[in-house]
């Protein structure tokens, strides 16, 4: 299966979308960010959580993805829960090279405290972050390659991520 997308995958604050942009101009792709188009379409993500629920923006989130997918040299940046359903699993492997960027629970904490606009993580944070992460544990293991960004730059990411996209003969 060809490989003809880069797409990031990982728990919130694991720098996806940072990653992601510098990546993009580093490669000369267009850089597509799944929550970024949610927002543009359907309003805040913060709303949806609360007027609808979590359920329906998973719908959402599957239907967003399924479009994305059907380009090509994109640079694809995903919500942190995104990997939950089943079937974007799949269609993410089958359609791109699925780097998982992961952080210590502690630098996760450190990077997302100051952004209140995350549904999941309201109320106790500390506890949240442990609990889905623990939650989400197996979810991310169909990755083709992981990054622990904890001690990297950006640059020193996009690096890594360029040699081994190169390095695995894709497209
Ligand atoms: C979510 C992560 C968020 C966003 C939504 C739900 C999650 O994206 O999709 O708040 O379930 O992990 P980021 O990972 O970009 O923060």
Redesign the pocket.
């Known amino acids: 299966m060809s490989k003809k997308n880069i797409i990031l995958i990982?728990?919130?604050?694991?720098g996806?979308?940072t990653v992601g942009s510098a990546l993009a101009q580093k490669m000369k792709w267009q850089h597509v960010d799944?929550?970024m188009l949610i927002e543009e379409k359907e309003g805040s993500?913060?709303e949806i959580?609360h007027k609808h629920g979590?359920a329906h923006?998973r719908q959402i989130?599957a239907a967003c993805i399924r479009r994305v997918v059907l380009d090509h040299q994109l640079v694809i940046?995903?919500?942190?829960?995104?990997v939950?359903l089943p079937e974007n699993r799949i269609v993410l492997k089958q359609s791109g090279f699925v780097v998982l960027l992961t952080a210590t629970p502690e630098t996760i904490i450190k990077r997302?405290r100051e952004d209140e606009?995350?549904?999941?993580l309201q109320g106790n944070l500390e506890e949240r972050v442990h609990q889905?992460l623990r939650e989400r544990e197996n979810a991310y293991k169909f990755a083709d390659f992981t990054i622990d960004t904890t001690d990297l730059g950006v640059d020193e990411i996009v690096e890594k991520i360029v040699r081994q996209f190169t390095s695995a003969h894709v497209e």
């Open positions: 990982g728990f919130m604050g694991t996806k979308t799944t929550d993500i913060l959580f979590e923006y989130e940046t995903t919500g942190g829960g995104s939950l997302v606009s995350r549904p999941l889905l």
